[in-house]
T-cell receptor, first 112, second 114 residues
Framework: TQLLEQSPQFLSIQEGENLTVYCNSSSVFSSLQWYRQEPGEGPVLLVTVVTGGEVKKLKRLTFQFGDARKDSSLHITAAQPGDTGLYLC????????????FGTGTRLQVTL | DAGVIQSPRHEVTEMGQEVTLRCKPI?????LFWYRQTMMRGLELLIYFNNNVPIDDSGMPEDRFSAKMPNASFSTLKIQPSEPRDSAVYFCASSLEVYNSPLHFGNGTRLTVT
């Protein structure tokens, strides 16, 4: 059972465009993490959001945790080719990684 | 720190053969995880250890899969006998068992069973 659904599954955009990736669930999570995975490598943590409604910014990336802690979004402003990769959200039922559930993933390609 | 180290990076084997994947976690991390990633099913947790003890192996597909962690710096995932449907990328990850600690992944082992 996939508890975290991400949309869109695939996204191909041109450099300079903005985009938003969504991560949705019917379950409540104590925290939510976003990872980016590049070809041939393992996922790497981008951010952790903990509080409902929390917004975190990482350069051109803005992450938001839903008020009810069931969903999250990732917004990228002025995408660059270096943003290309697989974006994964992961929800924690408790505070520890042992209960982390990964989303279905969004594969982003940014072209020149 | 060198990060989580997995070997081999690629493994090609014939159906029925035994396959052993290896992992060295980050020093000081007390939790270790084995994940499998496929296009169809995404990233799935197979098993995780805490302080070298297997805590949850409910994700292990069947008895052909087994995992061990003989000490804090080494773990193996074994498939015997292997089948073509086991073809996937297998990731090992480690973390501290503390609040909101992230997972640190290795670069994976790409397994192809023909």
């Amino acid at each position: 059972t996939q508890l975290l659904e991400q949309s869109p599954q695939f996204l191909s955009i041109q450099e300079g465009e903005n985009l938003t990736v969504y991560c949705n669930s019917s379950s409540v999570f104590s925290s939510l993490q976003w990872y980016r995975q590049e070809p041939g490598e393992g996922p790497v943590l981008l951010v952790t959001v903990v509080t409902g409604g929390e917004v975190k910014k990482l350069k051109r990336l803005t992450f938001q945790f839903g008020d009810a802690r069931k969903d999250s979004s990732l917004h990228i402003t002025a995408a660059q080719p270096g943003d290309t990769g697989l974006y994964l959200c992961a929800g924690a039922r408790t505070g520890t990684a042992s209960k982390l559930t990964f989303g279905t993933g969004t594969r982003l390609q940014v072209t020149l | 720190d060198a990060g989580v180290i997995q070997s081999p990076r690629h493994e090609v084997t014939e159906m029925g053969q035994e396959v052993t994947l290896r992992c060295k976690p980050i020093s000081g991390h007390n939790s270790l995880f084995w994940y499998r990633q496929t296009m169809m099913r995404g990233l799935e947790l197979l098993i995780y250890f805490n302080n070298n003890v297997p805590i949850d192996d409910s994700g292990m597909p069947e008895d052909r899969f087994s995992a061990k962690m003989p000490n804090a710096s080494f773990s193996t995932l074994k498939i015997q006998p292997s089948e073509p449907r086991d073809s996937a990328v297998y990731f090992c990850a480690s973390s501290l068992e503390v609040y909101n600690s992230p997972l640190h992944f290795g670069n994976g082992t790409r397994l192809t069973v023909t």
